[in-house]
């Protein structure tokens, strides 16, 4: 759940915290991307190969994060500032 000023705004629909291929795939054609498609959000690093791939989240249109920590803060920060918006 995110939480600003002490109110819930919405809620991600699944984090990813270790890379299992069919549950993947299952999001991935949810949001419709594929492997190959897959970009941290925010340093673009390219994480096809699904070795640094950390986390999704499906709010809108698909929020992806590698594993290094700067980008996950970057990834929340991201979320918030689009609930935020709506």
Do not use: N, W
């Amino acid at each position: 759940m995110i939480f600003v000023s002490g109110e819930i705004l919405s809620t991600v629909d699944i984090v990813i915290t270790r890379p299992e291929q069919k549950k993947i795939e299952a999001i991935l054609h949810k949001v419709g991307l594929t492997t190959e498609d897959l970009k941290c959000s925010i340093c673009k690093e390219d994480l096809s190969d699904l070795k640094h791939l950390r986390a999704i989240f499906p709010y809108g249109s698909a929020v992806v994060c590698c594993d290094k920590m700067e980008c996950l803060i970057a990834c929340r920060d991201l979320l918030i500032k689009k609930v935020a918006e709506e």
